[in-house]
């Protein structure tokens, strides 16, 4: 760059640019001590720091790109500095200047560039209104997330509208961005929730805004659809803890849709009780009368007059809101209803009786606990050596909720009475007396001793529900001792025999107490109560396990389900180990059992299971209390649900075989594709729910959507023990998900480019060439990079794509797959440090060695693989 005149007389180190010269060079050279040293001797020798850096900046383009850049090091060593010589700072009329100055360069600035210039030109005492005029001006060139984390890191927000900073975030689908600009401020979190719901209320055209923002860089529209938006109301509202009246439009959707399902399970699964239905329909609508008039709606198409004449009766709803044949029938009710009283019963009781598993202990044994001292008797008996315990766990059911649920009952079966503790109630009871200690206590004291069996079925479920429930037992899992849990036992059983299954099914269908016509109605069994009846003859009734466990007094049935729930879990496993040879199972069952589980087999899970009669799903483990052996990551293969597709994106940075849903599937596509391919399935909230019944026990997997994408990554990753090593790390293409890859040298890479542009010059081509490599590379065993992502490991093979030399323009891949060389920003293949690029052979994505590998890295490093791995990385980054 030519120098002003006068300025080559200067000594080097009184020369922004001449400085900026030599700095380059030790860059270029990577000698870092060298280079921080003589970037704090060269700034002391100049006259104006502050300046220098300015004109530096200036002068140099090096500082735009991501990563730790020259000029992230003369920013950040320049604060240093500064910190040391506090006299140097200036102000007036001079540091406005320099202000203006810094401003120009933010436009393209990189975000780690941003809080040491902040710092160094004492932004934040900037005129407010040239700081938002700033802010303005990135908007109307389309820089908004630039202008967000500006505001952001000057606190500008309490000045913005909201819904203006926010909406084109939105819909580039930057919501952590928007997240964190309204993340201090709880007034703006209210109005932007308050803006987000309005956009789901009926009759809202959400293709207007869309509209208006035409053009936009990178915008998605599909993102700002009701269902999505819903989504991203619940999970703001609960991580602002936010109250969800602030929303009534989401809200009210979201508790018809509960509506919906809890009459699906009422009048065509037949799986719920009246009692628990109507409990939960009670505490659904609530007062709301728009509520209420769909529930009136919904009872006409399933009930008769009478029935929804009585729900009308029951929320008082006034007789203007009602269909003309309700308020008619409404007259008739007193009589009718005594009618009904005076020739109600029956023998439903006796036929269930026959029907369903029944316990075997006089309802004097059940005990149902709620103090302290009650609880007394039931440590005494409990805490024996050798003991036998059933232990199971209640919640109320959550309809969508995030979160884990709170457990409401825990339930401990012997062999001669069953306790059933209200947890709730104890512990509160327990903060009351400054005792909160004593019931985890006991707990810990109960799973961690290995002479006392505790029986279950998905403990691990339940400890975990338990340990939200109460924080202090947060840790019961890592140190539970002589553990059974039975769903591991369901699983071997399903291995054992391929008759397991067809005989259930034929002993349900061929059951002589009741004709086919009596039974049909009801839902096969599975679970627990498919192994209840496989073991004992007849399933479990599970009318009652949906029922609202929070409320008290719980009614009669709860509790007698309740008791049932854990105590078969005694009688199923005296069964299994006085005859396992019977089941298909080996004569050590004893000692197999008691303990931990063995986990020799679990490390060919996958393919084990891809085999079973059973067809249960490849790459999923049951999910049971002891830990499973660990998984690499080419062993395990999601489908995401459209909610998560951030995780997904994170799992197959990973290397994990991913599959994610479109915005427009439907929940039960991840069903389908789960059992097609051999996949877990990952989702959250209510489609859990459904969608749990649909593939094998262990094969669903809920979220925490409350969290951030790369926190769910951690809590898929230690759930199913994946263990991922440094040549796991971007082994998948990110955008079509393959595993193979071509690797192309930077000089054949240029000669590909320019014959791309060639092309285009002539008006044949559009960025993409024909690659044809025979051999692609597969990922096993070496890093692959990402784009700007990765520092590869050496690769297996040295592979180039061989086209005709004539034109240049093709390299070899099996079906002709398009390389994307346009991708390739100008400049990049300049940098002398990037030796090779890879070329997804799916989609012909094009990656190159980057930053991202370590920033990965160091964000999962608890489930990495060994210390020496790590190293390796730091090492390599």
């Not at 001797?41 to 850096?53: D, K, Q, S």
């Not at 849709?257 to 699964?269: A, D, G």
């Not at 082994?731 to 890859?741: E, L, P, T």
Request: net charge neutral; glycine share 8%.
């Amino acid at each position: 760059m030519e120098q002003e005149s006068g300025s080559s007389a200067q000594p080097p180190g009184q020369d922004p640019l001449l400085l900026l010269s030599s700095l380059q060079l030790l860059w270029t050279k990577k000698e870092m001590k060298k280079l921080k040293e003589e970037i704090r001797r060269g700034f002391a020798g100049l006259p104006e720091p502050l300046a220098g850096l300015v004109d530096m900046l200036e002068g140099s383009s090096d500082w735009k790109g991501r990563g730790h850049s020259l000029g992230y090091y003369l920013s950040t060593e320049l604060e240093l500095w500064l910190k040391e010589h506090p006299a140097v700072q200036q102000s007036g009329s001079e540091l406005k200047k320099l202000q203006a100055r810094v401003l120009r360069l933010l436009a393209q600035c990189p975000a780690n560039l941003l809080d040491p210039l902040i710092s160094i030109y004492q932004l934040h005492t900037a005129e407010r209104n040239c700081l938002l005029e700033h802010v303005r001006h990135l908007c109307r060139q389309g820089a908004h997330k630039e202008a967000a984390i500006l505001s952001i890191k000057l606190k500008l927000q309490p000045d913005q509208d909201v819904e203006e900073m926010c909406t084109p975030l939105l819909l580039q689908d930057k919501t952590n961005v928007v997240e964190d600009y309204v993340a201090e401020y709880p007034e703006l979190q209210s109005k932007l929730l308050q803006t987000l719901d309005s956009w789901c209320e009926p009759g809202f055209n959400i293709g207007g805004i869309t509209r208006h923002y035409q053009g936009l860089s990178g915008a998605k529209p599909e993102k700002l659809n009701r269902r999505v938006l819903s989504k991203l109301i619940f999970r703001l509202l609960e991580k602002f803890h936010l109250d969800p009246a602030l929303c009534p439009n989401v809200t009210n959707q979201r508790h018809l849709r509960t509506l919906h399902y809890l009459f699906y399970k009422r009048f065509v699964e037949k799986t719920m009780t009246e009692e628990t239905w109507a409990e939960h329909v009670e505490s659904t609508v609530g007062e709301n009368r728009w509520l209420q008039g769909e529930l009136i709606q919904l009872l006409l198409s399933r009930c008769d007059l009478s029935t929804a004449a009585r729900w009308a009766q029951r929320c008082q709803l006034p007789e203007e809101m009602l269909p003309p044949a309700v308020a008619a029938e409404l007259p008739k009710l007193p009589t009718r209803d005594r009618a009904e009283e005076a020739t109600g019963g029956g023998d439903d009781e006796e036929r269930k009786k026959q029907d369903y598993y029944q316990l075997p202990i006089p309802r004097a044994h059940i005990h149902f606990l709620q103090t302290w001292e009650e609880t007394l008797q039931c440590w005494e008996k409990v805490l024996q050596p050798g003991q036998v315990v059933g232990m199971d766990m209640e919640w109320r059911p959550s309809f969508g909720s995030v979160g884990r649920p709170r457990i409401a009952l825990l339930q401990m079966a012997l062999k001669e009475e069953v306790f059933l503790l209200d947890l709730p109630q104890l512990l509160e009871q327990a903060e009351s007396q400054g005792q909160e200690e004593k019931l985890p206590h006991f707990l810990q004291m109960l799973y961690s001793d290995a002479a006392i069996t505790k029986l279950g079925y998905g403990m691990s479920g339940d400890l975990s529900s338990l340990a939200a429930t109460c924080s202090a037992l947060k840790d019961t899992e890592k140190q539970a001792r002589g553990v059974v849990d039975l769903l591991t036992v369901d699983k071997q059983l399903q291995k054992s025999s391929a008759d397991w299954k067809k005989g259930a099914r034929e002993a349900d269908a061929l059951s002589p107490e009741h004709s086919s016509q009596e039974r049909g109605w009801r839902q096969p069994e599975k679970g627990l109560s498919l192994l209840v009846q496989r073991v004992l003859g007849k399933p479990l009734d599970k009318a009652q396990q949906m029922s609202n466990w929070e409320r008290r007094p719980l009614r009669e049935q709860q509790i007698l389900y309740a008791a049932s729930d854990a105590y078969c879990l005694l009688e199923v496993y005296e069964k299994l180990c006085k005859d396992p040879e019977s089941f298909g199972l080996s004569s050590d069952l004893t000692k197999s059992l008691v303990g931990k589980p063995s986990t020799k087999a679990r490390a060919k899970l996958n393919k084990q299971e891809a085999a079973s009669p059973s067809g249960q799903c490849q790459g999923a483990r049951q999910a049971s209390l002891c830990a499973p052996a660990a998984l690499c990551p080419r062993e395990f293969s999601v489908v995401c649900d459209n909610m998560l597709q951030g995780l997904g994106r994170y799992l197959r940075c990973l290397g994990v075989d991913v599959c994610m849903l479109q915005n427009q599937d439907e929940h039960r596509r991840a069903a389908e594709i789960a059992r097609q391919e051999g996949r877990v399935i990952l989702t959250s909230g209510l489609p859990y729910q459904t969608l749990r019944s649909q593939v094998a026990e262990g094969r669903c997997f809920s979220v925490n959507c409350s969290e951030k994408a790369k926190d769910q990554a951690l809590q898929v990753l230690k759930h199913f023990n994946v263990q991922v090593s440094l040549a796991d790390i971007f082994s998948r293409c990110q955008v079509c998900n393959c595993n193979k890859y071509l690797k192309v040298s930077r000089e054949r890479m240029k000669q590909l480019v320019e014959s791309s542009r060639q092309e285009l010059g002539d008006g044949s081509g559009r960025g993409c060439l024909v690659m044809t490599q025979e051999r692609p590379i597969q990922s096993h065993g070496a890093t692959v990079p990402a784009c700007g992502a990765a520092q590869p490991s050496p690769s297996p093979a040295e592979e180039q794509p061989q086209g005709p030399e004539r034109s240049g323009a093709s390299a070899a891949a099996p079906g002709g797959t398009a390389l994307q060389v346009g991708t390739i920003p100008p400049g990049l293949l300049d940098r002398a440090e990037l030796s090779d690029f890879y070329c997804c052979s799916g989609c012909g994505k094009v990656f190159w060695e980057g930053s991202h590998f370590g920033r990965l890295v160091s964000q999962f490093q608890e489930v990495l693989g060994t210390a020496g791995d790590q190293q390796s990385l730091y090492e390599l980054s």
